[in-house]
């Protein structure tokens, strides 16, 4: 089993910037996948970024050009750098751990317990 914990979340201004971390343990899959998702009260959770154990990317529109995702593997650790930030970009963002670069919550088999992300206007 895989166990995610994100941090880093919190309030920031329209603008401003924010760079969330995910700490994986655990046993992970040899050619694992991460996954960054969000959620904003009463919407589905939706897809924001993922990287591959190779370093592939994929993004989500919303987020292309803004939001960065990466990992240190030396730390266990994977991180999303959100730059330019919206107040639509509130909402609570997990992360996820799978083998699949994908961007369906349901390729990922592993779920933190989320960060709270507030940008005001």
């Known amino acids: 089993q895989v166990q995610l914990v994100e941090s880093g979340g919190g309030l920031v201004q329209a603008g401003g910037s924010l760079r969330l971390s995910c700490a994986v343990s655990g046993r992970t899959s040899s050619n694992y996948a991460m996954g960054w998702f969000r959620q904003a009260p009463g919407k589905e959770r939706e897809f924001v970024a993922a990287i591959r154990w190779s370093s592939s990317t994929i993004y989500a529109d919303a987020v292309e050009g803004r939001f960065t995702i990466s990992r240190d593997n030396a730390k266990n650790t994977v991180y999303l750098q959100m730059n330019s930030l919206k107040p639509e970009d509130t909402a609570n963002y997990y992360c996820?751990?799978?083998?699949?670069?994908?961007?369906?919550?349901?390729?990922?088999?592993?779920w933190g317990q989320g960060t709270r992300v507030t940008v005001s206007s």
């Open positions: 996820a751990h799978g083998t699949l670069l994908a961007a369906i919550p349901n390729a990922y088999d592993d």
